[in-house]
């Protein structure tokens, strides 16, 4: 007996000899005990992804394979037939050398798992795909004469891979997905949310994890930009969005939270939806509350191409913005006072976030209660409303340009008002003297090394910085890398040498006085032993 069963155990491995794929999830079953010279038993070089579309739209399964002779491409489901030429419509595209199988108008029951054979008369490749279906909402149905609404509950959640957990001493990986999404410009203030002030000596692995995310979308992406993170927005909408162009435009751009799918429509009065508009796509959370705080993630099939935080902390406005009136030319303010301290919050102009730059000045108090806008030399064009949002509050007001205009007829000068009702202007409570909170300390750096000095200020209205080299101003020289984030002013030298040896000394002024700290750095040469 047990000899009849090694024999048939022989003939059944020499009949079907199952082999592996290089690709993972391919099972190869060679239907001959040996192949001739030249030939090859079908293989998948690129299997169909995982695919989750709305009811009623189309699904794309694509698979490429290879193989001597050149393989039949077959599909089936496990639960059900595919024969159905209405909905199902396998073919072959020349162009691209894919194996395709659309799915047309897709309904709840046709989410499912398949499967794509690809065979020839040496042996036979088959792998599975599933394919989600996100119901479309309510729907009409009759009861006894009346109309009764259910909802159609999605045929599967899906869920994306994790992020790997935080371990300690090391960086959030959150920060790092947050940053690969990002422009350069939004670094310092992504990093100081979680708490990271100086960032420079992550860049090096931080290029080189952008460029791996790259060769990733450049699967499925052919161009990406103008990526925004997430904000809310004066109309009380979260907005995240991106230009993007896809290589195939039926590829899925699917929404995460958290790493679970959220359902999106193109409907803007959806709790979710997705504005395509072009190559721009701009995804939409109406009337946000707390809990839609979260870790917000946008793939293209399985690549990401986006990833934002939306952050709801629990603030209220203290003192809201008021009003404002100005003279052409001149500047005016607009000032506000948190209930807790936040890093930054957003200055808006109509749908436009303000940025800190020539035109507008972005100040925080040392304590991270009171936040400024300054707008610099008001023109007509700056009149308007202005909006400061913390969290999913906000504050508005105006601001009224005054001007000065002179009559061609009677050579006198006149005023021209484009609003009236100015109201009383508040004296500040706040105005405090330009002080160290913690000073310049001395350096020794090695030759050919970077450099990096900092100190902690105050002072109400925020201080004008300056550094100085040997009492030449460095503000304007590019040698050098200077910020000031909340108050912490830093100076960083990347690459050290006999010239930078000095003194250092910054100088921090506003209308209330002046203060000043210094430090010598010294370099230390590199000597051969």
């Known amino acids: 007996m047990c000899c009849v069963s090694f024999l048939f155990s022989q003939i059944i491995q020499l009949v079907f000899n199952t082999k592996r794929s290089r690709v993972p999830g391919v099972m190869i079953t060679q239907t001959v005990e040996q192949l001739p010279a030249g030939k090859s038993t079908p293989d998948f070089t690129r299997k169909p992804m995982a695919v989750t579309v709305q009811e009623g739209k189309k699904a794309f399964f694509k698979a490429m394979v290879s193989g001597e002779p050149a393989p039949t491409v077959t599909w089936g489901r496990n639960k059900g037939e595919i024969d159905d030429p209405e909905k199902y419509k396998p073919r072959y595209d020349e162009r691209t050398r894919e194996h395709i199988l659309e799915i047309i108008n897709i309904n709840p029951d046709q989410a499912d798992t398949y499967k794509c054979f690809a065979t020839n008369e040496y042996g036979k490749a088959v792998c599975t795909t599933t394919l989600n279906v996100i119901a479309a909402g309510f729907k009409k149905k009759s009861q006894g004469g009346k109309k009764a609404y259910f909802y159609m509950n999605c045929v599967v959640v899906t869920r994306k891979k994790q992020l790997p957990p935080q371990k300690e001493g090391e960086i959030d990986p959150k920060l790092w997905e947050l940053l690969i999404s990002a422009p350069k410009k939004d670094y310092e203030k992504i990093c100081l949310e979680f708490g990271v002030t100086d960032f420079r000596w992550m860049l090096k692995r ?61 409907d803007e009065n959806s709790k979710h939806s997705l504005r395509k508009k072009g190559t721009n796509y701009l995804f939409t959370i109406k009337d946000p509350q707390p809990e839609d705080a979260g870790f917000y993630q946008v793939d293209v099939e399985e690549a990401n191409v986006l990833t934002t935080e939306f952050r709801v902390p629990a603030v209220e406005f203290v003192d809201k913005i008021k009003d404002a009136k100005a003279v052409e030319s001149e500047d005016a303010v607009f000032q506000c006072v948190l209930s807790t301290p936040l890093n930054r919050i957003t200055w808006s102009r109509e749908d436009s976030s303000l940025e800190h730059g020539d035109k507008y000045e972005i100040t925080i108090s040392e304590d991270k209660l009171t936040h400024t806008l300054r707008v610099k030399d008001c023109e007509i064009a700056d009149k308007g409303a202005y909006y400061a949002i913390a969290g999913i509050a906000s504050s508005r007001a105006s601001l009224m340009v005054e001007v000065i205009a002179r009559d061609p007829m009677s050579k006198l000068i006149t005023q021209t008002y484009f609003q009236v009702n100015r109201p009383e202007i508040k004296h500040r409570i706040f105005d405090s003297p330009p002080s160290f909170i913690v000073p310049l300390k001395r350096r020794t750096a090695p030759q050919g090394y970077e450099c990096y000095m900092s100190c902690a200020i105050k002072g109400d209205p925020a201080p004008r910085v300056t550094w100085y080299w040997n009492n030449i101003s460095l503000n304007t020289n590019t040698n050098y890398h200077i910020t000031n984030v909340c108050g912490v002013c830093s100076l960083l030298i990347l690459r050290v040498g006999p010239k930078d040896n000095g003194e250092y000394k910054v100088v921090i002024q506003n209308k209330l006085g002046t203060a000043e700290s210094s430090m010598t750095l010294n370099v230390r040469g590199i000597h051969k032993v």
């Not at 952008?210 to 997430?230: C, F, P």
């Not at 904000?231 to 230009?243: M, S, Y």
């Open 206 to 266: 931080l290029n080189q994890m952008k460029k791996e995310r790259a060769d990733e979308q450049a699967k499925v992406v052919e161009k990406l930009e103008n990526v925004k993170q997430i904000e809310v927005k004066p109309n009380g909408k979260a907005e995240f969005g991106f230009d993007m162009q896809l290589w195939d435009p039926n590829s899925a751009v699917n929404l995460y939270k958290d790493g679970i799918m959220v359902p999106y429509a193109d």
